[in-house]
T-cell receptor, first 113, second 113 residues
Framework: DSGVTQTPKHLITATGQRVTLRCSPR?????VYWYQQSLDQGLQFLIQ???????AKGNILERFSAQQFPDLHSELNLSSLELGDSALYFC????????????FGPGTRLTVL | GENVEQHPSTLSVQEGDSAVIKCTYS??????FPWYKQELGKRPQLIID?????GEKKDQRIAVTLNKTAKHFSLHITETQPEDSAVYFC????????????FGQGTTLQVKP
């Protein structure tokens, strides 16, 4: 167990809908990263938050957004869902130190029908 | 842009043999290189990492080597066991205020009993 929690484990929804994925980092970690893993794309970095502020953006679609709250948990919001958004979404956390060891949560499997 | 190439995409070995997975990174400013093991449907687990000021690191049956000049790093698993079967990902990141990981495409390792 990495200490990073994610809810829900599974999410099945329809095209056009909006969903929210939640992540709680390890105790004491200030950074949260979101990654998308689809079959043909591997692990792709989406976005990073550090202590409530956006720190870096990857290839995140405009339909996706995220935030980190004062208690350091983070939410990833996916809207106007398309079939191609079906994937595993992982969050990872780190202490924000120089070398940024990241520990992953169990993931949320999103299926868009 | 930032890119990590990983080879081979699949690797099949007999139990007890060694396995080697190689990665090449494009950004010469990268200085942290973790390796993750992912079992089917599970989260990526950090198994070993290396920093740019070190050429080699060992942890029991696994070792990682880094050649900064060639921008190349490798994972070595000796005395492979069936439980080593999984997908292995290499990644690279830069020392900065963002530690986003750029992942390789993954290697599916199968260890045959």
């Amino acid at each position: 167990d990495s200490g990073v929690t994610q809810t829900p484990k599974h999410l099945i929804t329809a095209t056009g809908q909006r969903v929210t994925l939640r992540c709680s980092p390890r105790s004491g970690d200030l950074s949260v990263y979101w990654y998308q893993q689809s079959l043909d794309q591997g692990l792709q970095f989406l976005i990073q938050y550090y202590n409530g502020e956006e720190r870096a953006k990857g290839n995140i679609l405009e339909r996706f957004s995220a935030q980190q709250f004062p208690d350091l948990h983070s939410e990833l919001n996916l809207s106007s869902l398309e079939l191609g958004d079906s994937a595993l979404y992982f969050c990872a956390s780190s202490g924000g130190g120089s070398y940024n060891e990241q520990f992953f949560g169990p993931g949320t499997r999103l299926t868009v029908l | 842009g930032e890119n990590v190439e990983q080879h081979p995409s699949t690797l099949s070995v007999q139990e007890g043999d060694s396995a080697v997975i190689k990665c090449t990174y494009s950004d010469s400013a990268s200085n942290y290189f973790p390796w993750y093991k992912q079992e089917l449907g599970k989260r990526p687990q950090l198994i070993i990492d290396i920093r740019s000021n070190v050429g080699e690191k060992k942890d029991q049956r696994i070792a990682v080597t880094l050649n900064k000049t060639a921008k190349h790093f490798s994972l070595h698993i000796t005395e492979t066991q069936p439980e080593d079967s999984a997908v292995y990902f290499c990644a690279a990141s830069k020392r900065s205020n963002t530690g986003k990981l750029i992942f390789g495409q993954g290697t599916t390792l199968q260890v045959k009993p």
